[in-house]
Structure formats: C-alpha cells, structure tokens
C-alpha cells in the first residue's frame, strides 16, 4: 500500500530541525534556528515560521526553508507549503532530501483545492484539527486546506467552553463551518445519576449527573430522567457574564402510557392528565385507571420506588382504533354519527363494528363510508377528498350553449342549401330568386357563414365537454385507500415521554 507523501511529516520534520553545521553554531542565525526549533516543539508554530524567516534572511540556509514548509502544513496553508517547496526545490537541487520533498510537493495538489472557512461567534476562538496536540492553526475566522476525509474541529476561547465539531470533507470540496461557541455548565441532579437531553425528553443523552460540558448560550430546555423519578424540565437561561449550574431536585414518578394514546388516566380516583403521562407519585402503592370511550376501562396497581420503572402500559380493549389522512389537513371525522377529531388522526378510539365513517372539509365534497372495526386491528384510512363541482356545472352550461348554437347553424346552412332560395355559382356570388329574377348580383348571404358558425358552436361545445369530464376524473371525484394493521403489543412508544409532554 502506497503511503501519501504527507505521512512522512513527521520523519521529514526531524531533518528539518537539524541544526547548522558547527561553524555556523557561533552565528546569529544558529540562534535563531535553536529558538524557532523550540516554538516548533511546543506547537507554536505561527511562532516558528516567523522566527525560521528572520534566519532565512539573514542565511540562506536548506534548514530554514525546510522548516518554513513543515510550519505551513502544521497550520494547514498548504498553497503556501508548496510554494516553499519550489523554491526549496529550486535553491537546493542537491540536498539530501530532495527526492521527499518533490514527492511531498506533488501531493498537495488535491489538497490545496480542498478547503474550509471556519468561523465562530464570537471570533478569535483558537483553532484546532483533530486533536489539540497537534498544536494551533489559527484563529478565526480563517480558510485552511485540509487533507479531504473525516476531521474534528476544535474550538477554545477565554471564557468558554472548549467547542467540538465534526466534519467529513471531500477531495476538492470548499465547505464553510460557522459554530457557536459554548458556555460551561454544570449539572447536577438529586439524587445523582440522572440523564441529561437538552431541548427534547427523547433526544440522546448528554451524559449523566454530575456532569461539566458545555451548551449555547440562550434559553434551553433541559430535561433530567432518572429510573422511578418523573421526568423534570428545568428552563435555564445561560450567559457569558455568569457561571451556569443546572440543578434538578427529582420527584418520584410514575410513567403511564396506552394504546390508543390520549387517553384520561386516574390516580388513586383522581383525574392527573391524558396518556402518555409522567407524573409525580409519591412512595408506596397505588391505584391506576385508565379510561377512553368506548373502550374497556384498566385498572392496574403500582408500587412506587425509587430504582424501579414505575409504569403503567395499558392496551385498552373493546373498541376500534382509527388513524386517517386526507389530502387536506383540518377535514372533520365521525364515526357512528360521533365527532372524532380532525385529520390527522393516530390510533384514535372509536366504537367496535360496522360503523358508518363520514369526512367533511369547507372546501371540499364530502365523503362518506362504511368500515369495520375491531379491538385487534388498527384501520389506517388515506382519503382524497373531491374539490367543489362547480366548475363542472359551468363548462356543461358551455357545452350546452355550443350545441345550441352549432345546432341552429347547421340547420340554417341545410335550409338555405335545400330550398333553392339563395344559391351561389362558381365564382362565389349569391343569387336570391326570390328577389328578382332578373338581377344577376344581389347581395345574400352565403350558406357558407351558417357553416361557419356550426363549427364554432360544435367546437366549443366539445372543448367544455371534455373539460368538465376532464376536471370530474381528475378533481371532483374521490379516491379512498384502507388498510389494517394488528394491533402491536409493545407498548414501549405508548410509555415514552414525549417533547410536547407538559410539566
């Protein structure tokens, strides 16, 4: 396997920092060479490059120019790194390392067009690639060339939390990366152990209490979750101008959930909200019912503690469960003559049987049907509601009036062809017999233009035809889509806190 020329950074590194011949060690650019190779060390290497060109000046010297280049490609400048290279090239064909170095130079052409703007808000934030080790490249906001491939950017300014983002590049790809810089903040919990999300209950994890990390300044929401505690939101306001430690004082809870969600759940008799549900529950036994007509209501006891799940799952049984879409959203549903809610619906309850389904939108025709539902299956209906018929009405009322006319047109053509009244010879002029026998040009008028406007009238008649055929295939009719699916007895999504879920 070839290895890239830029691998042998490190083994060419060390040429680089070979000191000058011993005659020139009492020489002020031996000096230099000595401090410049001590900042490349302690990974200063802006520092470096600086004190390496100073030397360079005053001693044209193959050590210098070669640790110039190895200074540029540890800040990422690679145009720059070959540009040092030629000269190197040029000014010392006879260096022992030549041959490296036209295969290093070689290799930056890719990565020379492959390219990233960094920058922060604030700006000024040091920048580090993959690891902070590696030493500084800059600050931002700056544009380095970057080796194409998967990298870790590295962030880390006075007062803030050092901040860390990933990034995949691709060979000859320009990609810009503008990142927030975050605040330091502690999280603690009592009891201890609790995960962090921030911003949702089901998002992952930011790790478990006590915990220091870092977050965007601003409101957040931060969710704690703890085996047999409630679920508890704290809202926090974080700022520069001021440590932030987030604290969450558990309550022991209960979890409920049910399928169909959205049902009324009672504690110990007393209605606490709508499934699913985290609540707050005191240590010991309880009594749980959940309810949702027409189902079966349940029934369960729990006993609260800490550590354990404390959770309720009910499948309620005894009713149907209906979930619908319409191509348009807000249609309002019944079943069995009773309002159950507006489209959207998710597993919503309704009553066992052949129930008569009706959906009704302001701006579209309604639609009725028949469907069965049971306890062990959910219905998932897609229906497309037609549009207003209308315009229906309109074009057959034009398509009516086109025949009216394209009728009467070509019986006036007929009649006048038919009954020898006016005729016309060869040359296009009319003769009225009826008129005066002897007057060969009387003005009359020609069959032909009854002729013309019985095409027009059948034309537009046919043109409104199909266009109302067209529009009722297309618009007005609906098209309904019913599937079923078993009820599934995993009741783990019925259970899970939910963002929307209120504390």
Not at 186 to 198: N, Q
Not at 444 to 450: E, I, L, R, T
């Amino acid at each position: 396997m070839t290895t890239h020329p830029l691998r042998h950074l490190a083994v060419l590194a060390v040429v680089a920092l070979t000191p000058l011949s011993a005659g020139a060690q009492a020489q002020n650019p031996a000096a230099l060479l000595k401090k410049g190779n001590q900042l490349f060390s302690n990974a200063d290497y802006q520092a470096a490059f600086d004190v390496f060109a100073d030397g360079y000046k005053q001693k044209k010297d193959a050590a210098f120019l070669r640790s110039m280049v190895f200074c540029q490609l540890k800040l990422y400048q690679h145009l720059k790194a070959r540009e040092l290279l030629q000269e190197y090239v040029r000014s010392f064909p006879r260096a022992q390392d030549i041959k490296k170095l036209k295969a290093l130079e070689a290799s930056l052409d890719v990565v020379i067009q492959t390219r990233i703007k960094i920058a922060s808000n604030p700006s000024g934030a040091a920048i580090f690639i993959d690891a902070e080790v590696a030493g500084k490249v800059g600050a931002t906001p700056t544009e380095i060339t970057i080796e194409p491939g998967k990298h870790v950017l590295i962030l880390k300014a006075k007062g803030y939390h050092p901040t860390t983002r990933t990034f995949d590049i691709q060979a000859k790809q320009s990609l810009t990366l503008s990142v927030p810089m975050e605040v330091p903040v502690e999280f603690g919990s009592t009891p201890e152990g609790a995960s962090i999300h921030v911003g949702s209950a089901s998002v992952p994890s930011l790790g478990n209490t006590p915990l220091k990390t870092g977050m965007v300044p601003g409101q957040q929401k931060v969710f704690f979750k703890l085996a047999g505690y409630r679920t508890t939101l704290v809202l926090a306001d974080l700022r520069l101008d001021r440590p932030s430690a987030i604290q969450a004082a558990l309550e022991l809870g209960l979890t409920v959930g049910s399928r169909p969600v959205g049902a009324t759940v009672e504690l110990d008799g007393k209605v606490v909200g709508k499934t699913p549900l985290d609540l707050g529950a005191s240590a010991g036994q309880h009594s749980v019912t959940v309810r949702y007509d027409p189902c079966k209501p349940v029934t369960r006891s729990v006993t609260v503690q800490p550590g354990a799940p404390n959770r309720v799952a009910a499948r309620l049984s005894g009713c149907g469960m209906l979930s619908m879409r319409t191509d348009v959203q807000g249609a309002a549903v019944t079943v069995g003559g009773t309002s159950v809610g507006e489209t959207p619906l998710t597993e919503t309850a309704v009553v066992s049987g052949r129930q008569p389904v009706a959906v009704t939108h302001p701006d579209r025709r309604p639609w009725s049907g028949a469907l069965d539902f049971s306890d062990t299956e959910v219905v998932d209906a897609r229906i497309k509601l037609g549009r207003k018929a209308w315009p229906v009405w309109v074009l057959g009322g034009v398509a009516l009036a086109g025949a009216i006319v394209g009728a009467v047109g070509t019986g006036l053509a007929a009649k006048r062809r038919s009954d020898g009244i006016i005729t016309e010879d060869d040359k296009g002029v009319c003769h009225d017999t009826s008129l005066d026998p002897f007057d060969d040009k009387i003005p009359c008028v020609s069959a032909y233009k009854f002729h013309h406007m019985a095409t027009a009238g059948w034309a537009v008649a046919g043109t409104a035809a199909a266009s109302g055929l067209l529009y009722y295939l297309l618009f007005v009719r609906g098209k309904t889509e019913v599937t079923r699916t078993p009820v599934k007895d995993d009741l783990a999504a019925a259970i899970r806190p939910t963002a929307s879920m209120t504390y």
